[in-house]
Each structure stands twice: as C-alpha cells, then as structure tokens.
T-cell receptor, first 116, second 114 residues
C-alpha cells in the first residue's frame, strides 16, 4: 500500500498565485486532515474531513479551502498565496474514528511551500 | 492555541541512556497520542493511550498518563542513535464541541549521541 501520498513535494509560488496541494490515501480512511508545520510552532490543524462531502475548519483555516468529493482524496487549495503561508504542509488520515474521536494518524511525507 | 505542550524543548543524551519527555495539556481528553518525526519526514505514530488508562508499553517505549495532573510522559529506554528525532504529543478535546480536532504540541527534539 502507498499509504498517504502528497504532491508536490516542493513548490515555489509568487504572492497572489493560486495552487492546490494534493493528498490521496489508499487505506479507505474516513478521516483526513491538513496541518501546517512552522519552526517553533509545532503542527497546526487547517481543515479536516470525516467523510466524503463533510469538511470542517481547524485552528488556522483562513486562506485555505478544501473539498472531499471521494474517500480517497482531500485537496488543499490556496486561492491567493501570501508569504505567511510559507510552510511545510502535512496531510494525515485515520481509520479509527470512535465516537467522533480520530485514532492513529497516518501522515504523508509533506509538501514544502515557499511563497515569495 | 496548543492543547498539549512538551517539555523539555530539547534533550541530548548518550546512547544507552533513558530519555523522558513530558506533555501537559489544558482540557479533558479522550485519548493522548505520541508521534515521532525524523528530520524532513512525516510524523509516525508511536502509541495511543486512552483517558481511562494509566500506563502503556510498546517495545522500548513506556507512556504514562495522569489525568488529574493533565500530563503524560514518554520514556524511551536504552536509547539508540536512531531514536534521534522530534517527539510530539497530540490530544483531542472531550469537553464540548467537535472531538475530531487532534492538536499537537511544539515537540521535544531528542538527540542521542553515539
């Protein structure tokens, strides 16, 4: 199994450009999420989804959009990139949603984004 | 805001020694998880402990949870150079609202010197 696959691994954008970070998982997980990791800040939750057609905001959702049309895919869209969005982005999924509680998260290898 | 906070921020030990990292959190939880991150890689799940458990073991890892103090500790015994990584705790929030949000601390950077 490939697990959680993120593309691209590296991306450089100019301020104002838009792009989509792709995330796909082949484990039939209902729960998927996006985090950003910045030095000294740990991981912060951007958006998450508990199934196809269901998404919700995390801690830092501004400037990002998501959708979940299939169980496998959970793309993250930056509509107008800003330098503050320079970060490493991680997608994660989980199979163990017990009573609304995600269990073990499986992470992708990350997408490193630089906005100039 | 971060639900969990790890302590210390950085820890340097010699191979063979034990490493202890702590995590404190603010609100009631359903479970607490520990993850490892090697430099430039994604996070890898280590262990999950539920709020009604006090201790859990997995190989050289020992995790304790004290819900009265809202704290957890991760002990790595007989450390190896390959254990060099950042370690994070992650918690949900059981008091009201959505429990789907897993929040991470800022991590402890462990360096194991050969």
């Amino acid at each position: 199994n490939a697990g959680v696959t993120q593309t691209p691994k590296f991306q450089v954008l100019k301020t104002g450009q838009s792009m989509t970070l792709q995330c796909a998982q082949d484990m039939n997980h209902e729960y998927m999420s996006w985090y950003r990791q910045d030095p000294g800040m740990g991981l912060r939750l951007i958006h998450y989804s508990v199934g196809a057609g269901i998404t919700d905001q995390g801690e830092v959702p501004n400037g990002y959009n998501v959708s979940r049309s299939t169980t496998e895919d959970f793309p993250l869209r930056l509509l107008s990139a800003a330098p503050s969005q320079t970060s490493v982005y991680f997608c994660a999924s989980s199979y163990d949603v017990e009573l609304g509680i995600p269990g073990e998260l499986f992470f992708g290898e990350g997408s490193r984004l630089t906005v100039l | 805001s971060q639900q969990g906070e790890e302590d210390p921020q950085a820890l340097s030990i010699q191979e063979g020694e034990n490493a202890t990292m702590n995590c404190s959190y603010k609100t009631s939880i359903n479970n607490l998880q520990w993850y490892r991150q090697n430099s430039g890689r994604g996070l890898v799940h280590l262990i999950l402990i539920r709020s009604n458990e006090r201790e859990k073991h997995s190989g050289r890892l020992r995790v304790t949870l004290d819900t009265s103090k809202k704290s957890s500790s991760l002990l790595i015994t007989a450390s190896r150079a390959a254990d060099t990584a950042s370690y994070f705790c992650a918690t949900d929030a059981s008091s009201g609202g959505s429990n789907y949000k897993l929040t991470f601390g800022k991590g402890t950077l462990l360096t194991v010197n050969p």
